[in-house]
Each structure stands twice: as structure tokens, then as C-alpha cells.
């Protein structure tokens, strides 16, 4: 994989026109590699590749087949964990630690996916007398895939697993700020065998090769993890040729914790859920509600918790590296800046790390008290380490301030009553809820996806691999 390559039809090559993008390192802001700048010629020629790949060997794979090949490569990313973790981490500037989470996970979508390739199968269904009628579960056929910065290892397993699983072929558009871990697995897939043109990928700019791939009429299938306004963008393209989507967008997700809960329990499961990968997490649980008994002295546990906090270097391994880019930095500090003008009270902050270098992207974390479900701290997401704290009075009131966001994507209930937690668990808007935990990051074989404004469609588990298939009936006529 020479820098600045991409992967059409099982080779790598130079994009048509030869560019290629810096690559930054978020923790010093120096740049250290080069990827291509994909255009929409090379988008075409990736989904031709990909549409010859269903044509052919591909597409004629048995089942189990395809399963061993997604079995071998769980192994060989396993094998190459560190590898790909230090190379997450230089791209994202999460610690390491993340990183090797990622591609421990990584490793565990291949080896779910390799499992349950040969598992899904149609039905034969009781029809009229001289009918035999059955269902068979088909490919859609060539899956376009558009991926985020923030976890491109473990989001690329996400959408390509079920995908390939079932399958399909896939051209997959990684995110320009962070793609050196897809580029790697591309050739790792290569060696452990997947057949030409089953998996492309073409790195670029959003509005280029983002935008040829979603507007490109040979797709048969979207799948789009990233902001709700570019999904918007996706989706419309996609409305002309009336072709299904998966829409993985973002979240403003509640930790709503009660008076009775195990605050020991909580803390860390909170403390977590805001600062893994800087809050740069589409399930980040970035709103704390909490009952007003309890606010005081369970908000002022969390801000001990926070003051304790370090940012700094991936290599460091601290309690959370920089942001992505100086763009996605500015934009955290403006909200911050913003929430202050309006008088919202920053109740603790952590420390960027001595000798962190100066030219990262560092933003401490930090804890907002008592901000009003209608503020925009409360509303939208930051995507940065900055938590929202919020007081309810009773659990009619905790499910109103839970549900009023634009979004919908993971709920965490804190409660010791089983009562309110079926309650809480059913009138929460959500794709996910976690009741005395929060663990969207983990469990592969747990279904994800939003309500709402978070999206639609699910990704993960078995639910994924009756996303990116279609069901065919067959009725024969046999008399
Ligand atoms: P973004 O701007 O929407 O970018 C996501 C992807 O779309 C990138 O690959 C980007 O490419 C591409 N893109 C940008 N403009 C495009 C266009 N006009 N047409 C087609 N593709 C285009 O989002 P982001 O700011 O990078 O990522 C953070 C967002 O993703 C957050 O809102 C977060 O919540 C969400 N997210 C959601 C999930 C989930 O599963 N629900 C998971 C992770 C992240 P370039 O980056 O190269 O421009
Ligand atoms: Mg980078």
C-alpha cells in the first residue's frame, strides 16, 4: 500500500489524477503521511470494479465460504492489533489504549460476521393448495459506504461485516481527517484472500468523493455514519434513484440517574461515557440528568472526578487525547465559550498534561451545571469531552427531558427499582438502553442504530445482516 493509494478491483493504484491529501497527527498538529485525493472518476471505477466482483467470483462464493474468509481475517487483524492500534492513534490522537480496544473490536466484527455468514436463510411459507412459496434473503448487490473520523477502524467494521457477510461488494469512502487503519485492513483483506473488487476503497474529500459515491447511480444500497446534515445530503441523493439507505448519525444521549441509584456504580460508567475519544462518540453520553435530591452531591462527585483528568499525547495514554483536527477544536471551544456568554456555570474542568505539544488539538474535559433542557449545550452535540448536567424532579419528568432532543440514539437509567427501569427502558427514545451500565462502544452483536434524528436502520448483530440484504418470494405454481 504505497502512501496515497487506493484499492479498486483488488489493486492498489494512484487515483486518476495522481493527488493526494497531508495526513496530521492530532496530538503535535505535524503532518506524517499522505492518502489519495479520490474523485469521482476513481468512485466510478471502484463501483465498476465492485459491480464485476458481484458478476463474478464474488458473487458466486457459497455462504460458508465467505464466512472463512471473515473468520481468517478476524485472526489476521488480531495478529496485527498493535499494529493497527499505534496507526489509529497517530491518524485520531486517541490513547492508546482506545486504540487497541478498536482493534480488538475490529477483530471480533470479522470473527461475529464469519460465524453467522452461513446463518441466514428464508422460510417456506403455507399458501394455496398447489403452491409452494418460499423466501430467499439476496445481496442488494454493490454497497456504498461513507465512514467518520472518529473510530474509522471499528466503524468500517461496522458497515462492511454485514455487508460483505451477506454478500454484497462494497465501495467504501473513508473520512479524509483519519483512514491509515481502512487502508491497512484493505490489505490485509488482500492477503487473506477476498476475491477482486469485493472490497474498494477510495479515501477523498466529502464533497468529492463523498459526494460521487452517494450521487453515483450503480449503488444499490447507502450507508452513511456521520453528521445529520451530510446524511441529509446522502439521503436526498439516494431519493433520486429511490435506493434503501442505513443512517448512522449522531446522538445527544441522557445518563439519567435517581436517587436511589448505586452512585459508586455510576461515576465511572458516566465519568466513561463523556470522555472516551474525547467525546468525539456518536453514543457519547454527553446529558446528565439527575434527580434534584441527589444533584448536588452526585454532580459534585462527578466534577472531583473530572478535576482529575489529563489530556495529552496518544503515546502518553492518558485519560483522553486531543481532538481531530484545529477545525473540530474551535468548534468545542466556541460551544464553551458560547455556554459561558449565556451565564451556563462550569462546574469543574480537567487539565491539558504538562508537556502535552503544543500544536495538539487539546480541549480539557469539562462539566456544565444546571443547564436548561432548551439550551443548546443541552440540545446539540459538541462532540468534544463537555458534559451537561440537568435537574428533574420526578420520572415523568426525567422522560420528558430525555426525549427533548432532535436526537435518539442510546439511554443510560441509573435506578435500583426494576419498576422504573421497564418504565424508563420503554418511554426513552432511544436505539439502546442501558439500565445500571453504558456500553454502546462494546457488544458487536448488540443491534445499534437511531430514533428520531439519530438515523435509521441498524447496524451490529444479526439485525445488520437483514439490513444489507433483501428478501426475494418466490411462488411456484405446481398444481
Ligand atoms: P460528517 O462531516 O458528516 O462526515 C462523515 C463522512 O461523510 C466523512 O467520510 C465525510 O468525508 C463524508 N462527507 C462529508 N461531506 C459529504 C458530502 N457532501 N457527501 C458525501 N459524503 C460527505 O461527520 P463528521 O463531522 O466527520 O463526523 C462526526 C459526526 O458523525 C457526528 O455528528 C457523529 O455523531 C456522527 N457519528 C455517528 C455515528 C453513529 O453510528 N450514529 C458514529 C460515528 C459518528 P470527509 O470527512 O472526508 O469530508
Ligand atoms: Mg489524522
Redesign the pocket.
Known sequence: MPDGDILIGGDWKQTSDGQTLPVFNPSDGSEFAKIARGNARDIDAAVKAARKAMDGAWGRMPAAERGRLLSKLALKVAEHAEELAVLECKDTGKPLAQGKADATALSRYFEFYGGAADKVHGDTIPYQHGYTVMTLREPHGVCGQ??????PMQ?FG?SACGALAMGNAIVV?????ACLSILRVGQLMLEVGFPAGAVNIV?????E???A??DHPGIDHMS????????T??QA?AAKFNRPVT?????KSPQVVFADADMDAALPFITRAIIQNAG????AGSRLLVEDRVYDEFVGRVAEKFKALRAGPWDRDLDIGPL?SKK?KERVEKFIGDAGKDGIKLVASGEVAANAPSGGYYVPPQIFGDVPATHILAQE?V?GPVLAATRFKNEEDAVRIANATPYG?VAGIWTRDGGKQMRMARAVKAGQVFINNYGAGGGIELP???FKG??FGR?KGFAALFEFSAIKTVAINHG
Open positions: 461513507i465512514i467518520p473520523w472518529n473510530y466503524i461496522r469512502k473513508p473520512a479524509e481527517e479515501p477523498g474529500l466529502g464533497h468523493a463523498g459526494a459515491l452517494s452513511f455514519t456521520g453528521s445529520r446534515q451530510v446524511g445530503l446522502v441523493a443512517m448512522e448519525l449522531g446522538g468525539q462518540t456518536c453514543s481531530i473540530q452535540e462532540f440514539l445499534f442504530g437511531g439519530s438515523g447496524e
